[in-house]
C-alpha cells in the first residue's frame, strides 16, 4: 500500500510534468491569444500545486529533500506574483505583492543561511545539496524579491513593467519545474548516457533564452504585446 511520501512524491512529479509540457506551449504560443492564456492558467495552477506539494515534503523528509522545501516556496511564490502582476489594478493586489515578498525574504534568509553552512562542513554539502545550489536559488529569491518591492513601492506601474515582470516570474518558474524534471531528481529516469551528454540542460538553457527574447520585445515595444487585464 503506497505511504503518504510516496503519494506526495508521485502528485509532484506528476503535476511537475504536465507544468513543463503546458509551460512550453504557454512560452512557444503567441502572447496574449487564446493558446497562450489558455495554457498560462493551466501552468499556474500545476505549478502552483507541484509546488507546494514539493515545499511539504521537503519539510517531511528533509534529510533528502529539504532543498525542495526552498525550491517549492519559490515556485509558489513565482507563480502567485506572475498572476497578480498582470492583475495589478486590482485593489488587493499591492498587499499579495507585500505577503509575497514577506515569504521571499525569509526564504532567501534561509537559502543563505544553508549555503553558508553547507560550505563550513568537510564535504560542502548540506542534506545532499552542495552549497552552490542553496546560493542559486538564493540568487533566484533574491530578484524575485527585489521584484516585489518594485511593484510593492513603484508610484506608478506601466502595462510594459506589469508584463516584464509577468515573464520574468513565470519563466523562473518554468526554468524551476524544467530543472527538476530533467537535471534534478527526474534525471533518474532517462539512461545514464544522456545523463552525461549534457542534452539534459538543454530545456533550461532554451527557456533562458526564450524569457530574454520575449523580454526584449515586451520592452521595446511603444505598447505591451499583451493586453492590460
Excluded at 514539493?54 to 507563480?79: D, N, P, R, S
Excluded at 497578480?84 to 525574504?105: C, D
Excluded at 532567501?108 to 543561511?113: H, Q
Excluded at 508610484?155 to 526554468?175: P, T
Aim: aromatic share 10%.
Amino acid at each position: 500500500m503506497p505511504t503518504s511520501d510516496s503519494v506526495f512524491l508521485l502528485s509532484h512529479v506528476t503535476l511537475g510534468t504536465l507544468a513543463v509540457v503546458v509551460g512550453a506551449i504557454a512560452l512557444g504560443a503567441r502572447k496574449g491569444r487564446k493558446t497562450h492564456v489558455s495554457a498560462g492558467r493551466v501552468f499556474a495552477i500545476c505549478m502552483g500545486l507541484s509546488s507546494l506539494l514539493g515545499a511539504l515534503l521537503g519539510a517531511l523528509k528533509y534529510e533528502t529533500f529539504w532543498i525542495t522545501c526552498h525550491a517549492g516556496i519559490l515556485g509558489a511564490t513565482l507563480v502567485s506574483s506572475g498572476v497578480l502582476s498582470i492583475r495589478i489594478r486590482m485593489r488587493s493586489a499591492k498587499q499579495g505583492f507585500t505577503a509575497i515578498a514577506v515569504v521571499n525574504l525569509l526564504n532567501s534568509v534561509g537559502l543563505f543561511a544553508a549555503g553558508w553552512y553547507a560550505t563550513s562542513l568537510p564535504d560542502t554539502r548540506l542534506f545532499g545539496f552542495a552549497a552552490e545550489d542553496y546560493f542559486f536559488l538564493f540568487a533566484m529569491a533574491a530578484i524575485a524579491l527585489a521584484g516585489d518591492i518594485r511593484m510593492i513601492f513603484g508610484e506608478e506601474i506601466s502595462d510594459k513593467l506589469r508584463i516584464a515582470q509577468h515573464l520574468v516570474r513565470m519563466c523562473i518558474g518554468f526554468f524551476i519545474a524544467a530543472g527538476s524534471a530533467f537535471t534534478g531528481p527526474g534525471a533518474s529516469v532517462f539512461p545514464e548516457a544522456v545523463q552525461r551528454s549534457g542534452l539534459l540542460s538543454l530545456p533550461e538553457l532554451t527557456i533562458i533564452l526564450l524569457m530574454l527574447f520575449w523580454l526584449w520585445k515586451t520592452l521595446r515595444q511603444p505598447r505591451p504585446l499583451v493586453a492590460a487585464q
